[in-house]
């Protein structure tokens, strides 16, 4: 008996980032009917260049949330990362070792979330946002709430330039990560470690993982990604300023699991995260382009964060009873 050829509604929801490929697909058309500006390139390339920033942190959020842990001190982390680098280098610090130094308070950070949450046990939903208070204390505290601006020529270049004389850099850093991260994640030894160790922490133990030092190495890792776009969204904007990042760790968030992240574990696509970023871009875009009120947009990314996991179930469903 000749064997039945799957449908093409359940091939389409074997792809991992369906559920961010159908919304991503919809809003670009409907905005492309209201507006048809909204596909020019300068604008195409301002979406991407908006997204990067978010896109640089998906990637090792990615990982983390894979492995079965969750941060939700990011933006506090890229708030503080960028005003450390400002007030170093303002203070006549190298860029260099300015941006070193944004690193390395990305990563204590990090470090702190590991050790509340791996060695005290506590939630990580709970301690990352803990964390994150205090680190946006910090922040206030040695600004007195003030933004730090001054900053070199050669260090607004970071994020400045343009490559080719229209592609934003910011874009070919985010490319450049999200291939690796892609790549680390579903095609070395590491990246199918940190699945199984969100898949089922007990067998990864028994097969000779060391999971609290995955984890531990992930959140660092987050952290440390989480400076650099605060370093380059300081560099964009010519200051350091508090309220950079703001509201993004929940945006960020969702962008993994739109993109078909598990917060359960287990399951990762860098690709999906990366797709996720560029949809919540594309929603602040596509309500300007098409004249919708900017008091819209959280209602909309509401809206299509729910149309996502629905998507995302009813592929689950499917795959079950295949």
Known sequence: MEKKKPSLIKTLFQIKEISVILPLVVLIVVAMIVNPSFLRM?????ILRTSSFNAMIAVPL??????????????ATTTLGGLIAAIAETNGVPLVFSILLALLVGATVGAL????????????????????YVVKGIASVITNNNPVSGISDGFQAIAKTRVGGS??????????????GQLILNRTKYGRATLAVGGNPETANLAGIDVKRRHSELFILVGVFAAVAGCLHCSRFASAQLTAGSGTELTILASCIIGGTS?????????????????????TNAL?????????????YGAILIIALLIDIFKRTKMSKA
């Not at 300068?42 to 301002?46: A, E, Y």
């Not at 592609?167 to 690796?180: F, K, Q």
């Open 167 to 180: 592609i934003w850099i910011t874009i070919i850093y985010a490319l450049v990560i999200g291939v690796a």
């Open 62 to 75: 990615t990982f983390l949330l894979a492995s079965g842990r969750m941060d939700l001190s990011i933006a």
């Open 263 to 283: 917060l359960r574990g287990g399951t990762g696509t860098v690709t999906g995260s990366l797709l996720g970023c560029i949809l919540f871009a594309t929603i």
């Open 42 to 46: 300068s604008n195409i390339l301002d």
């Open 113 to 132: 979330n590991s050790l509340l949450v791996e060695k005290f046990e506590m939630l990580g939903f709970i301690a990352t946002m803990a964390t994150s």
């Open 288 to 300: 300007l382009v098409m004249g919708v009120p900017t008091t819209w947009q959280n209602v909309v």
